[in-house]
């Protein structure tokens, strides 16, 4: 019901209230696993992050990526991983588990809304992640590999070891 009745504020949100500040996403990433590490416990957790920002809404960068490491945990066996690296222009965020692999025909149904997953559940939560994503000229996807799954999150983005950074 949370998520129904978030979908329905998320574009309004998005285009009225959204507060857009340089936000570090090493920072982001690390609260966000200190968050998820009590709920499972018998997970190993791995992050790997550069130093730099992005320009977004906090708030809505978290749900995003919390939305891909609640539907890790899930599926996880042991280990979930997050990286984060990027270019002078771009950020990415791979979210690792190694649980069992999707479907090829359904990693890119996953993220519609509504979308039916393994254990018969309907989820939004990858909707709603690609939807920010978008939202801020991102873009999602799920791939197999041969641990297990790997979403990627791809975000506009500024490294601080590339010297000036973007003004507000």
């Known amino acids: 019901?949370?998520?129904?009745?978030?979908?329905?504020?998320l574009d309004y949100s998005l285009e009225n209230q959204?507060?857009?500040?340089k936000l570090c996403m090493a920072e982001i990433l690390q609260d966000i696993m200190m968050k998820f590490k009590p709920?499972?416990?018998?997970?190993?957790?791995?992050?790997?992050?550069e130093s730099g920002h992005i320009i977004a809404d906090r708030d809505h960068i978290q749900v995003a990526i919390e939305n891909v490491i609640d539907n890790a945990i899930r599926y996880a066996k042991t280990t979930i991983g997050i990286k984060a690296y990027?270019?002078?222009s771009q950020w990415i965020i791979e979210v690792t588990n190694d649980g069992e692999v999707i479907e090829p025909s359904q990693l890119t149904s996953i993220f519609d809304n509504l979308a039916k997953g393994k254990k018969g559940s309907f989820g939004l939560g990858l909707y709603i992640s690609k939807k920010i994503v978008s939202y801020y000229g991102g873009h999602i996807w799920a791939e197999n590999d041969e641990n297990g799954v790997r979403f990627s999150i791809t975000l506009p983005g500024k490294l601080d070891?590339?010297?000036?950074?973007?003004?507000l």
Do not use: H, M, R
């Open 1 to 9: 019901i949370k998520k129904i009745l978030y979908i329905n504020t």
């Open 18 to 21: 959204s507060i857009k500040e």
């Open 39 to 49: 709920v499972s416990p018998a997970i190993c957790w791995q992050l790997d992050s």
């Open 86 to 88: 990027g270019s002078n």
């Open 161 to 167: 070891d590339f010297g000036k950074e973007d003004e």
